[in-house]
């Protein structure tokens, strides 16, 4: 059993940055891919970023690439979305998520993931 807390979201105007946080606690750390997806109203969750247990392989969708990095410190069993040049259609409610996988793998298939965090609201105005 892994128990997820995100941390860090808030109100930002676009262009600017935010640093999401979810602490880990429960499990190894180290055995779990995370993954960061989000939810804007009216839509359906998608997948953010992902990254290894090892931290050595990352995805990132397409939305996201080049300006959002994912990072893990398994010392503090935290992960974390680094969120730079921030859209307003960045905004939404985004959730960490822990999946049981091998320890130099992702996945970005939100069905994989066994765990999930309470979600932090991100709010880019224009």
């Known amino acids: 059993q892994v128990q997820l807390v995100e941390s860090g979201g808030g109100l930002v105007q676009a262009g600017g940055s935010l640093r999401l946080s979810c602490a880990a606690s429960g499990s190894t750390f180290s055995n779990y891919g995370m993954g960061w997806f989000r939810q804007a109203p009216g839509k359906e969750r998608e997948v953010v970023a992902a990254i290894s247990g090892s931290g050595g392989t990352k995805y990132y969708a397409d939305s996201v690439k080049g300006r959002f990095t994912i990072a893990r410190d398994n010392a503090k069993s935290t992960v974390y979305l680094q969120m730079d040049s921030l859209k307003p259609e960045d905004t939404a409610v985004y959730y960490c998520?822990?999946?049981?996988?091998?320890?130099?793998?992702?996945?970005?298939?939100?069905?994989?993931?066994?765990?999930w965090g309470q979600g932090t609201q991100v709010t880019v105005s224009s």
């Open positions: 998520a822990a999946a049981r996988l091998q320890r130099y793998t992702y996945t970005y298939r939100e069905a994989s993931y066994d765990f």
